[in-house]
């Protein structure tokens, strides 16, 4: 089964968080296409709607969402996700991946479109240490 890094981003209180997705909830990705939603159940986030928005494989390859399919292919860019142009007019012949996430992947990005009950930030706080009773 592939494991994925999943960057988190909450747009409401400008923090990412990252998830390393193993399992159940990496298989939750597989098969999906960048800008679909999934329900954040199955990261364990209940009430909340998530958003695929972008992903990267082992190689550093990005993957474009108006790409369809699994595969790699080099493009002739001028513009968008893969190349940013440093002059006008610039084009350059780029390796990019589909939009459809397989198990090539290593990180994917997200984000929050719909909020739960329970606040994002407690899902990610260290639990609070009780203070254990001093020996005499």
């Known amino acids: 089964m592939a494991d994925f890094q999943v ?3 909450d747009p409401r209180a400008g923090v ?12 939750a990705f597989i098969g999906k296409s960048i800008g679909e939603q999934i329900t954040g159940e199955a990261l364990g986030f ?12 082992k190689t550093g390859t990005p993957a474009r969402r108006d790409l369809p399919g699994t595969g790699r292919r080099r493009l002739l860019l001028s513009e968008g996700t893969g190349f940013h142009p440093t002059y006008n007019g610039q084009r350059v012949r780029k390796s990019i991946r589909g939009s459809e996430i397989t198990g090539d ?14 606040d994002l930030k407690s899902y990610f706080e260290a639990p609070e240490e009780t203070e254990a009773p001093a020996e005499a």
């Open 7 to 9: 960057i988190l981003s």
């Open 46 to 57: 209940s009430g909340y709607s998530i958003q695929i928005t972008g992903a990267t494989d």
């Open 16 to 27: 990412s968080y990252k998830i390393d997705a193993t399992g159940g909830q990496a298989g």
């Open 105 to 118: 992947f290593v990180q994917i990005n997200a984000k929050v479109v719909e909020y739960g009950g329970k």
